[in-house]
């Protein structure tokens, strides 16, 4: 069982340029979610997705786009790309039932993307 | 005031002794307390969660929970080197993702 899979492990843009993480989960997970992890920040939300066709900003989306055509993935597109982009990409997902049902908040991540733009 | 506050670290402690990491908040609202375990060059994982006040166990690991003080602690019982990691605490209102809040990470190596 892969989980959820990003690609690629390590990219440097240069400035201006744009590219797409990518994300897949074989969990059937409804949810799925972009997070950046900064030195001594916490994991920042840039926007996630409640199911197929479905996605919302979080805290930080400035700069980045996202699709969800499939509940398997969902790509996240850096477009002209800045310095202040350079981070740690953690895509993850969840599983959630019906809404005010309880569920454990387990979030399962990928390993990253490290990204750096120069 | 940040909303999630951790001590980054480094935490460093000999094999087999207590560590206890903390977090404190200042959003009276969150309900829901997790840790995650995050290795180096690895996604976090989760590792113990708690619904309100109180305490939880799980094998060499306890979490508790004082929201009338908004800290939150994860105590780990006889340390190993493979506890080795940072970990996160991190916070919701509610019981979804999108709601989360992550604070920094607490780094602890754990010396043979």
């Known amino acids: 069982n892969a989980g959820v899979t990003q690609t690629p492990k390590f990219r440097i843009l240069k400035i201006g340029q744009s590219m797409t993480l990518q994300c897949t989960q074989d969990m059937n997970h409804n949810y799925m979610y972009w997070y950046r992890q900064d030195p001594g920040m916490g994991l920042k939300l840039i926007y996630y997705?409640?199911?197929?066709?479905?996605?919302d900003k979080g805290e930080v989306p400035n700069g980045y786009n996202v699709s969800r055509s499939t509940t398997e993935d969902f790509p996240l597109r850096l477009e002209l790309a800045a310095p202040s982009q350079t981070s740690v990409y953690f895509c993850a997902s969840s599983y959630s039932t019906d809404p005010g049902q309880r569920n454990t908040g387990e979030l399962f991540f990928g390993e990253g993307s490290r990204l750096t733009v120069l | 005031q940040k909303e999630v506050e951790q001590d980054p670290g480094p935490l460093s402690v000999p094999e087999g002794a207590i560590v206890s990491l903390n977090c404190t908040y200042s959003n009276s609202a969150f309900q829901y307390f997790m840790w995650y375990r995050q290795y180096s060059r690895k996604g976090p994982e989760l590792l113990m969660y708690?619904?309100?006040?109180g305490n939880k166990e799980d094998g060499r690991f306890t979490a508790q929970v004082d929201k009338s003080s908004k800290y939150i602690s994860l105590f780990i019982r006889d340390s190993q080197p493979s506890d080795s990691a940072t970990y996160l605490c991190?916070?919701?209102?509610?019981?979804?993702?999108?709601?989360?809040?992550f604070g920094p990470g607490t780094r602890l190596s754990v010396l043979p």
């Open positions: 997705s409640v199911g197929a066709g479905i996605t």
């Open positions: 708690t619904y309100s006040s």
């Open positions: 991190a916070m919701s209102w509610g019981n979804y993702g999108q709601n989360f809040v």
